[in-house]
T-cell receptor, first 114, second 113 residues
Framework: NAGVTQTPKFQVLKTGQSMTLQCAQD?????MSWYRQDPGMGLRLIHY???????DQGEVPNGYNVSRSTTEDFPLRLLSAAPSQTSVYFC?????????????FGPGTRLTVT | AQSVSQHNHHVILSEAASLELGCNYS??????LFWYVQYPGQHLQLLLK??????LVKGIKGFEAEFIKSKFSFNLRKPSVQWSDTAEYFC???????????FGGGTRLMVKP
């Protein structure tokens, strides 16, 4: 199993540009989510999905869109990049079963917006 | 809303010293608690988790954590740290639907050889 994979690893954008961060998992996990990591603030939930076709907002959803057309993929779209979106983005996935709440994280995408 | 506080932002220890990292959460109901570790340049890995059983939880690499419900705390401990424990440590509690997590701000641990 490759686990959770993310592309790209690094990205530099100019203010106003749009892009999509890719996330895929091969563990047949129902739950997938996106977090951003900023110094001193830990990880904050952006959007999440409890299954294909179902998404919801997390703590910091503004400026981001998601969709979940398949179980495996959960892309994160930046609509119009802003310097405040400079961060490290992590995708995570987990099973949907009681008592098994461990989330598996991808390697992250480091995004810089100039 | 749930929140998680980690009291120490930066900790510097010498090898063989004992470690205790504080974590407090705010939530009145049943909680599931986690400690994750992020080694330099790597992604988050689960150290240990608490699921309403024995309040003393043992994890990987000699780490353990104690859940004290009356204090809303879940402190991480290790009796003797090694240089390889240098990393950032995150406490988290489950929130929202679908196992999503609320994280604390993290504690950067540096262990001097």
């Amino acid at each position: 199993n490759a686990g959770v994979t993310q592309t790209p690893k690094f990205q530099v954008l100019k203010t106003g540009q749009s892009m999509t961060l890719q996330c895929a998992q091969d563990m047949n996990h129902e739950y997938m989510s996106w977090y951003r990591q900023d110094p001193g603030m830990g990880l904050r939930l952006i959007h999440y999905s409890v299954g294909a076709g179902i998404t919801d907002q997390g703590e910091v959803p503004n400026g981001y869109n998601v969709s979940r057309s398949t179980t495996e993929d959960f892309p994160l779209r930046l609509l119009s990049a802003a310097p405040s979106q400079t961060s490290v983005y992590f995708c995570a996935s987990s099973y949907r079963r009681t008592g098994s709440y461990e989330q598996y994280f991808g390697p992250g995408t480091r995004l810089t917006v100039t | 809303a749930q929140s998680v506080s980690q009291h120490n932002h930066h900790v510097i220890l010498s090898e063989a010293a004992s470690l205790e990292l504080g974590c407090n959460y705010s939530y009145g109901g049943t909680v599931n608690l986690f400690w994750y570790v992020q080694y330099p340049g790597q992604h988050l890995q689960l150290l240990l988790k608490y699921f309403s059983e024995d309040p003393l939880v043992k994890g990987i690499k000699g780490f353990e954590a104690e859940f004290i419900k009356s204090k809303f705390s879940f402190n991480l401990r290790k009796p003797s740290v090694q240089w390889s424990d240098t990393a950032e440590y995150f406490c988290a509690v489950n929130a929202y639907a679908g196992n999503m997590l609320t994280f604390g701000g993290g504690t950067r641990l540096m262990v001097k050889p």
